[in-house]
């Protein structure tokens, strides 16, 4: 069975998805027969690279919020991804293109290491202090996920190595009705939208693989949507 995430590290719900839906994973009878494929969606696909933004900053100006506002809708996300035992910090982070880190996950993919670049680009993304938009910090993340250092500073200085793959999984994104990330698709036959609880992946993964035959069914959960704008559920 197949399931394809389409996702990207700048949305703080594809972090707290991805942990979700593989603690749901951790718990299903054939988790051995699956294979998990992440696809590229990015939340800013205008954002120039090098241009980037306090998130705290992005929110107050997306959502008319002041900065205090802002912060508050931080520490809402974060205490979800808390409560999954991710680290999560709320200041000091920043906003920015990831075009470069798609590019480099359809390397990391080719190579059998997208899953640990994902995770490790994630955690510098929302846990560490550097800044995950710094080609030099996508190195050595690329390089603790088992790359070849010459092989990845060879593709940040191509623009166009795997750019057709990254915008190739961004229309069928857009063909298969995602509008917003994280988006997981099982087996082409069922959607969930969003970073839902682990109980609705473990029957998505349940159905998919009882192969229903009925119409694919998508269900919502908050997501973030193109532009960096991230929904904040109220409670």
Known sequence: MIVEIWSDIACPWCYIGKARFEKGLAGFAHREQVEVI??????????????????????????????????AMEEHVASNARSE?????????????TFDIHRLLHLAKERGLQNELLSRAYEVNFADERSVYDPEVQVAVAVAAGLDEAEVRAVLADGSRYADEVRADEREASELGANGVPFFVFDRRYGVSGGQPVELFTQALEQAWQGREADAATAAAPACEPDGACAVPNG
């Open 85 to 97: 035992g991710l680290v999560y910090r709320t200041e000091g982070r920043d906003h920015g293109s």
């Open 38 to 71: 992440h696809r590229s969606f990015e939340l800013d696909p205008q954002r120039a690279k090098g241009d980037t933004a306090s998130v705290v900053d992005m929110l107050a100006s997306k959502y008319g919020r002041t900065l205090e506002q802002a912060r």
